[in-house]
């Protein structure tokens, strides 16, 4: 019986394409089985036109998404990104913009090639396809990817996908990432690869569905047309690339510039880094306890190890381990592979490739071991669960899988290349918005973040998340037409910082006053999983930052303040002293805020903490201290009791001096000190010891550990090897 | 391509103009760095033996007769680079608020019962060489385990003699430790 006529090169099913890519993949090594390749060589002026024309294609349909859509989430801060694939869903090239996406809107188009669409729904010219489901592939249902074909004479030569972050698909309040919430019906609308439109239009029945479902269909519908004007914009350009440089030369460049990047990668893994194994630790927290969920049993406080081990080969691939790590939960916070997948592509895009030829070629080298069944990464109940927030602990797995990658171009002399990044926590809401109508409301730039510091200078202020490389807080005039809300100041906060030689960039609070709101409801949105526990991202002596804190401060009496035109609180200043100095009651909200009614001049404040410093903050220039105090960015007790730096301020000149012999003194005494209260590794592990054998730990500790031995026997013999406990002991 | 290493001096001690250090970052990366960054620290330490590998700031596994050992500039020695080095540091453990405080003042301050910041410093120098930030009770991290022999071997082009076995020997150390305690 002779093959149904497919869609794909020569009458192939695309399923048959598929599985004939991986088969030579699979005995070659090499991405489609090109053990040569030659077209790209032979012309490298019209190879590297023809790519950047791709990638020329890409940025500028990014942009016009940006110029339809009216939500701040894309025209303010960008939260959007491109990718062009194969018939086979493997990505050639893939726009700025937030790329953890880039093999996750790849893994719907093969979802759907797996699923026999080609036969049994039908992918047509002008065809859109819509998918926000992680259990297909996908970080959180608020990421909407919006898919289509590409044919030429008939044969589908590729798609053009757009990811959006959105700020409404009609989740239980507060509406876009709900984190009270523990079952799959609370995430909102999920789209599981649907056809939404056809001949290059938006169908109208699905137009009709979100204006009744939504609180804030304008903006969804604007998203979806911007995503299509700009894929219809890139799927244009790419016929007039084959018009120009000819269909053959398409297919076999296209599929060239994924193998000329797999190569690229090793090389660059063999030049940059040393091959050997690198570790780090992840605790993730999760405050379910008071969270107002009707699934009872998903109320309670839970902690999970994330152990990560990178071997980087000596055949110059890597592979990441997360052998130890704990059970899922009740929460929507569990992850899957293929989330896991989407860091390794935005850190990939970050650090090793990121000279803007990143594809599926990046990662080929790379490989995941699949998390352990039923583990935090791979919840065999994942069809059960809310997946609004799996990226929390993500952000968190992958900002310490940057910092692993840091120390191994550190020891291979690279140090520019050393950094690491950390994400926050804070608020969102829900409610009444200054017009009187009722939605989600949450404003989400990402410049507020401090990223480590680099080998060979500070971190970039505001300057880094690891979820895309472009951040941007968006201009405030903008989010307070948004969000009934002022924000109080922007101003970099010196404690946010880690410490070191070379100190983290730093951190900008938000503090957010509540104005002209009927009724509103605040709750927490976390894109971290580190509260109580601070994460492990100090470089070689550098200290981490400490806590992260979300906040509402409530004043006593804020009308009769402003009648005395008294100052109002801007700026969380030193962070021993605010409940002193605030006058009115201060909230700490932990990790995750409750839902809480918050009313007319309450502020809601998120303090973000950076990742780690680097070096022994003592060794630190004191030229480099009292500029950054000349700046603000450094007080005069950081100075003294963290750098021992003796500064005093010159009135007259207007700016902070270093008395030398002093600091000399100061530095020498701190060594001393270390001296005196370090004791011998020996005597620290016989006393921990003793504390684990009394299991003398806290109980969420003691349950954490239990967690991750019940589901690995190598973590749970380490563990017991390292303490040198009996083969019989339980935690 | 290639720096000389008056301007990789200049870099990694953070005294590089920075349109020379945005270069630096930004174009395609110098093949012989490794051996310059090497001959940099070798210049730097105290001591004569040669440096295979750094390992932090202060630390490098550097060959001493038929070892390789990890050592801090200074001179202290911290035994073979299998094991890891922390097991000969000196320890200052912050598990308490009071301790805590120090350096993460009220709001900052993580959660004792829960987080303990472990300092590391060089019992020679008193040089604060890591700082861990893990929950109470989780095993010392061996941050770093370099496959050294494969390195010379197979990216360098150029095996070391008298090439070792790659394997973690830390929980010799612990094992023994435990077996004196019985």
Same mark, same amino acid.
């Given at each position: ?131 926000? &489901? ?125 193998? &000329? ?65 704990? &059970? ?404 | ?182």
């Amino acid at each position: 019986m002779s093959e149904r006529k497919g869609i794909g090169e020569g009458g192939k099913t695309l399923k048959r394409m598929m599985e004939e890519n991986e088969r030579l993949y699979r005995e070659t090594g090499c991405y489609a089985g090109i053990t040569e390749p030659h077209l790209l060589k032979e012309n490298p002026v019209k190879g590297e036109l023809f790519h950047s024309r791709i990638m020329a294609s890409l940025i500028a349909g990014r942009e016009t998404t940006r110029m339809v859509s009216g939500s701040p989430f894309v025209r303010e801060v960008a939260e959007l990104c491109l990718g062009l694939y194969t018939p086979e869903g493997d990505n050639i090239a893939q726009s700025t913009g937030i790329q953890i996406h880039i093999k996750l809107m790849g893994d719907n188009i093969q979802w759907m090639i797996n699923k026999n669409y080609e036969e049994e729904v039908g992918i047509n010219d002008g065809d859109f396809f819509i998918a926000n &489901e992680p259990v297909i592939s996908g970080m959180h249902a608020a990421d909407v990817y919006d898919m289509l074909p590409i044919f030429w004479e008939g044969e589908l030569i590729g798609w053009i996908s757009t990811v959006i972050m959105e700020m409404d698909i009609g989740a239980v309040s507060p509406g876009l990432m709900p984190l009270a919430n523990v079952e799959r019906g609370t995430d909102g609308l999920k789209f599981c690869c649907e056809r939404i439109g056809s001949n290059d239009r938006l169908n109208r029945d699905f137009e009709h569905k979100i204006e009744i479902c939504l609180d804030m269909s304008d903006i969804f519908l604007l998203d979806r047309k911007g995503a299509i004007a700009s894929n219809i914009r890139v799927r244009e350009e790419i016929k007039r690339i084959i018009g120009e440089f000819g269909i053959e030369y398409y297919k076999r460049a296209t599929r060239e510039l994924i193998e &000329e990047e797999r190569r690229s990668q090793i090389v660059r893994i063999r030049q940059r880094m040393v091959p050997g194994r690198y570790r780090g630790v992840v605790p993730a927290e999760f405050p379910m306890a008071d969270q107002p969920v009707a699934w009872l049993p998903a109320k309670r406080d839970t902690i999970r190890l994330i152990p990560i081990q990178m071997d980087v080969l000596p055949a110059g691939g890597l592979v990441l381990d997360f052998e130890g790590v704990g &059970e899922w939960g009740w929460h929507p916070f569990n992850g899957t592979p293929q989330a896991v997948w989407g860091g390794v592509s935005i850190v990939t895009v970050q650090t090793l490739a990121c000279d803007g030829r990143g594809n599926l070629g990046s990662l080929l080298p790379i490989e995941v071991k699949e998390p352990p069944i039923d583990s935090l990464l791979n919840p065999s109940q994942i069809k059960k669960l809310a997946t609004s927030t799996p990226w929390a602990p993500l952000l968190d797995v992958f900002g310490m899988w940057t910092h692993l990658l840091g120390i191994a171009f550190y020891l291979r002399g690279f140090r520019e290349e050393t950094f690491n990044y950390r994400s926050s926590a804070g608020w969102q809401m829900a409610g009444y918005d200054q017009m009187g109508t009722k939605r989600p409301l949450m404003a989400a730039g990402t410049g507020y973040f401090g990223p480590g510091a680099c080998g060979v200078c500070d971190g970039v202020d505001c300057g880094g998340w690891l979820a895309t490389p472009e951040v941007d807080m968006g201009s405030a005039e903008v989010w307070e037409l948004f969000v009934p809300h002022m924000e109080m100041s922007r101003r970099i906060d010196p404690y946010s910082v880690g410490y070191g030689r070379f100190r983290s960039g730093l951190a900008i609070p938000q503090v957010v006053m509540i104005h002209r709101s009927q009724q509103l409801v605040g709750s927490g949105i976390i894109g971290t999983a580190s509260d109580g526990i601070i994460p492990n991202l100090g470089q070689f002596g550098g200290y981490p930052g400490g806590r992260r804190n979300t906040m509402l401060l409530r004043y006593d009496n804020l009308p009769e303040l402003m009648e005395k035109r008294q100052p109002l609180l801007y700026e969380v200043g030193h962070p021993a002293d605010l409940k002193d100095r605030f006058p009115g009651q201060v909230f700490d909200m932990g990790l995750l805020a409750v839902p809480t009614e918050i009313y007319e001049g309450d502020l809601l404040v998120s303090v973000s903490a950076a990742a780690g410093g680097l070096g022994d903050p003592i060794e630190r220039d004191p030229a480099l201290i009292t500029a950054d105090m000349d700046n603000g960015l450094t007080t005069e007790w950081q100075a003294s009791s963290i750098y021992c730096v003796k500064t005093s301020y010159d009135e007259k000149a207007k700016q902070w001096k270093v008395d030398e012999a002093a600091t000399k003194e100061l530095r020498q005494s701190k060594r001393k000190e270390r001296l005196a209260r370090g004791v011998p590794a020996k005597d620290w592990w016989q006393k921990s010891r003793q504390r684990l054998m009394d299991r003398n730990l806290d109980g969420k500790i003691l349950e954490m550990y239990q967690s991750s031995m019940r589901l690995s026997e190598a973590f749970t013999r380490e563990f017991k090897d390292f303490w040198a406990l009996p083969d019989d002991f339980n935690l | 391509m290639s720096y000389s290493k008056e301007d990789l001096r200049d870099l990694y001690d953070g005294r590089l103009p920075w349109n020379k250090t945005f270069e630096i970052m930004s174009k395609p990366k110098d093949d012989d760095r490794f051996d310059k960054y090497v001959e940099i620290l070798q210049e730097r330490v105290s001591y004569t033996e040669r440096i295979l590998l750094p390992l932090g700031d202060h630390l490098n596994v550097v060959q001493k007769g038929g070892e390789r050992i990890v050592k801090c500039d200074c001179g202290h020695e911290f035994g073979d680079w299998r094991q890891n080095w922390k097991l000969n540091a000196l320890i200052f453990a912050r598990d308490d608020t009071e301790k805590l405080e120090e350096v993460y003042p009220g709001l900052k301050c993580p959660d004792p019962n829960l987080c303990e910041v472990r300092e590391f410093y060089c019992p020679g120098c008193g040089s604060l060489l890591m700082v861990e930030a893990v929950p109470v009770g989780y095993p010392l991290i061996f941050d770093a385990l370099p496959d050294i022999d494969s390195f010379y071997r197979e990216w360098l082009g150029r095996p070391l003699p008298d090439e070792k076995e790659f394997r973690d020997m830390t929980y010799q150390v612990t094992r023994e430790w435990g077996r004196e305690l019985e």
